[in-house]
């Protein structure tokens, strides 16, 4: 029996033809990454019932085109769904069309019939019933997002270029809410999910953490959180490279999330360093404890019997730091610092479990007394510079090292060990590292305006934390033409640390502020990395010997063996090579028998405030006859 043909003629009216898409245009304008299933599902359904189809649809591609799913349908009454069967169907499964739709042209189809019956085509759509279609790519520029299409199975149909025009307009509204709301998913990835492991971030856990202190509190049980930090894991990254690296923290990830119970959640914080949160323990807190102490024993099994692991590294194993909590009456990153201190305990002696105590919670105080007068630091301008004279034989000051300095508002003058490694911890660094630099060209700008000082170099320490910013260089540009800065004279001093991670990204940003005239130091050269293979990319002008060497350098004759062999690779590189923490006459006498010609330290003078400075560059000069 011939299938009955279904002209769509006459043509609905014009009037209720715009309607419909000035509808469906202004639901997906307005629909949020939340909504846009629902809209869709929406516009199918009317898009259906206005072109008298059996079914409207929308496939979607994988990323790689290799795939396709029917992600969202809408059926006539009396019409077989076909959603479920047509899933993770292989791009070849659409023959010519798909190669269509990459060319951005829609796929029209009034008879069955007129198809090979050994097509691809035909045994797609024969198993379905389908008399007639049309089906539309989803692109954007030269990305094929899906398929839009309408079925016929009842029949045949026939499609005019109005109809296709239509639909076309439509089309593009639903690419554009997919399109908007992948990138709204993207976007949230980024902010709650760690790209490494996928595992929730910091963002996420202090999320999911709030919720459960509320919980805690309607059902009186305690909660926990478990700082899990992988032991020995920075030797594993410089041994065997950042990707083995990323291959171990995803494997711990996934171990760590196979044992946990159905409700906690694993995150990442940073580095090798696990967040866990586990909920609903008993209402009896030493109950609790070994509930704790249990689930501890479980992840580190986990971790020490993963196959994959052990055949990257037969040993892995854990350090856990723990703190209860019942309620909500502390704040998060209390909580967070709480275990991360736990942690610290045990890593002092070892893998294993700590729990939260009193000693403890008077460290996290003071930790965060700290973080909030760090900040009043910030704020009031409370850092200054000083700055240590940096000289060249015969004893001619070249410039100065700029070292910082916190004058309290209680606790008077205090130097950096009180309080830098917490500011690289709690990232703190960055504010402050910005301040200092700002300040260092603040000050030689000014020195390059005056004849006395005009030649001086300075040199400011970067830390890593601040070098990695991927806006660190645009931030150097934007410094140096607001303090009108020469910066042939200012010299960045980077430690060996800096070269562990992402060494290509370094260079290159070395580069780009070596082309302004910055020069760069490489600090306590022989204490870290010193790769020499990288060493010799790096656009260097100075190394800069570590003051552990030259502090025994006359008593010990490994010590002169390491500086000499410093500054005959710093020679060979044509480097300048500068040493530190000279205390002594003999220290000096040895540094320029071994060929060292710059140095600074005590036995030339203290850091100094700027005033203090320029009186001794004044003092010092005048008595070599300047």
């Known amino acids: 029996m011939q299938a009955e043909v279904r002209l769509t003629e006459p043509h ?12 469906i245009s202004g639901a997906f304008v307005q629909a949020t990454a939340a909504d846009v299933d629902e809209v869709i599902n929406s516009a199918l359904a009317a898009i259906g019932r206005f072109y008298q189809a059996d079914r409207c649809y929308l496939f979607k591609f994988s990323a790689d085109l290799t795939t396709a799913s ?27 069309w798909y190669r269509q739709w990459t060319a951005g042209l829609p796929s029209i189809l009034c008879d069955i019939n007129s198809l090979p019956h050994d097509s691809a085509e035909y045994q797609l759509l024969a198993p379905q019933g389908i008399q007639s279609l049309l089906m ?33 307009l439509i089309a593009g509204n639903i690419c554009s809410a997919l399109i908007r709301q992948q990138i709204e998913h993207q976007a949230e990835s980024l902010a709650f999910y760690d790209p490494v492991t996928g595992l929730a971030n910091r963002q996420l856990m202090r999320d999911r953490i709030l919720q459960a202190q509320l919980q805690s509190s309607r059902s009186q049980h305690y909660a926990a959180l478990l700082f899990i930090d992988i032991d020995d894991f920075k030797t594993l990254n410089d041994s065997l490279g950042y990707n083995t690296g990323d291959r171990v923290l995803k494997l711990v990830g996934q171990s760590l999330q196979a044992v946990l119970p159905s409700g906690d959640t694993v995150g990442r914080l940073n580095a090798d360093e696990f967040l866990i949160l586990t909920e609903m323990l008993s209402t009896q807190r ?52 709480q275990a991360d201190m736990a942690m610290h305990q045990v890593k002092a002696v070892g893998n294993g479990l700590a729990f939260f105590d009193a000693e403890m ?12 007068e760090l900040r009043e630091a910030i704020v009031n301008d409370q850092f200054e510079l000083y700055f240590q004279p940096q000289l060249v034989h015969p004893g001619v ?3 100065a090292e700029a070292l910082l300095r916190w004058r309290h508002p209680t606790r008077g003058i205090l130097g950096p060990y009180e309080f830098i490694d917490f500011a690289e911890e709690s990232g703190l660094i960055l504010p402050i590292g910005e301040l200092v630099l700002r300040k260092a060209c603040q000050q030689l700008a000014l020195w390059q305006r005056q004849a006395g000082t005009s030649r001086l170099e300075l040199s400011v320490n970067i830390s890593a934390r601040q070098f990695q910013q991927p806006d660190f260089t645009a931030l150097v540009i934007e410094i140096l033409q607001q303090s009108g800065v020469d910066a042939t004279s200012l010299k960045l001093e980077l430690t060996e640390s800096m070269l562990v991670d992402n060494f290509e990204q370094v260079v290159a940003k070395m580069q780009q502020l070596r082309a302004l005239g910055i020069r760069f130091a490489l600090d306590d050269f022989g204490t ?29 004759d490994n010590q002169q063996a390491i500086v000499r062999t410093i ?60």
């Open 528 to 556: 870290g990395y010193s790769s020499l293979v990288y060493l010799k990319r790096l656009p260097l002008y100075q190394l800069k010997i570590d003051r552990g060497f030259v502090d025994e350098l006359v008593q010990d």
């Open 70 to 96: 029917n992600s969202h349908e809408w059926c006539a009454p009396g019409v077989s769904p076909q959603l479920e069967q047509l899933q993770q169907l292989p791009s070849a499964a659409f023959g010519d």
């Open 397 to 399: 000051v070249t410039g």
């Open 567 to 626: 500054i005959m690779l710093g020679q060979t590189l044509g480097l300048e090579v500068l040493a530190e923490g000279v205390e002594t006459e003999a220290q000096l006498k040895s540094l320029l028998q071994l060929g060292c010609y710059h140095y600074q330290g005590y036995y030339f003078a203290r850091p100094l405030p700027h005033s203090e400075f320029e009186h001794f560059l004044r003092q010092h000069h005048a008595g070599l006859g300047y």
């Open 361 to 372: 919670q008077l460290q996290a105080s003071r930790r965060l007394l700290l973080a909030h």
């Open 136 to 168: 539309l790519p989803l692109k954007s520029r030269d990305r094929l997002l899906g398929m839009f299409g309408l079925d016929i199975v009842r029949g045949l149909q026939q499609w005019s270029a109005e109809q296709i025009a239509g639909l076309q």
């Open 12 to 23: 609905p009216p014009a009037d209720s033809f715009f309607n419909m898409v000035a509808t």
């Open 286 to 337: 030493a109950a609790a404890v070994q509930e704790v102490t249990d689930l501890a024993a479980a992840l580190q099994a986990a971790v020490a019997q993963n196959v994959a692991l052990t055949q990257l590294r037969p040993k892995n194993t854990l350090s856990i730091g723990a703190t209860l909590f019942l309620g909500d009456q502390l704040d998060t990153d209390v909580l967070i610092t």
